[in-house]
Nanobody, 123 residues
């Protein structure tokens, strides 16, 4: 059983930065993709950034060049560094893990989810 715990989040002014962390416990084999999703009130949950099994990264167009996903394998922790934040980034952010993911940014491909952490950006 994989358990994910979202840490971080908070508030920032537009143009600022925040870093999210996701602590991973339980067994995750080599075929697990991991990533970050977000959901704003009244909107669908959307993929933000994915770290694939081969080390490749995938980003939503809206965050390319501003967000960076990474993983510290020794600490078994996934990160999302968010820079140049804007009000459209306000949402609840979730980390997720899934095996044999085909559509990288599609939420339905992921089986395990963190509890979510709130990010609020004021303009």
């Amino acid at each position: 059983q994989v358990q994910l715990t979202d840490i971080g989040g908070g508030s920032s002014e537009a143009g600022g930065s925040l870093r999210l962390s996701c602590s991973v416990s339980g067994y995750t084999h080599a075929h697990y993709s991991m990533g970050w999703f977000r959901q704003a009130p009244g909107k669908t949950r959307d993929g933000v950034a994915i770290l694939d099994t081969d080390g490749r990264t995938h980003y939503a167009d809206s965050v390319k060049g501003r967000f960076t996903i990474s993983k510290d394998h020794a600490k078994n922790t996934l990160y999302l560094q968010m820079n140049r934040l804007n009000s459209d980034d306000t949402a609840t952010y979730y980390c997720a893990a899934g095996a044999y993911v085909a559509d990288k940014l599609a939420p339905h491909e992921y089986n395990y989810w963190g509890q979510g952490t709130q990010v609020t950006v004021s303009s």
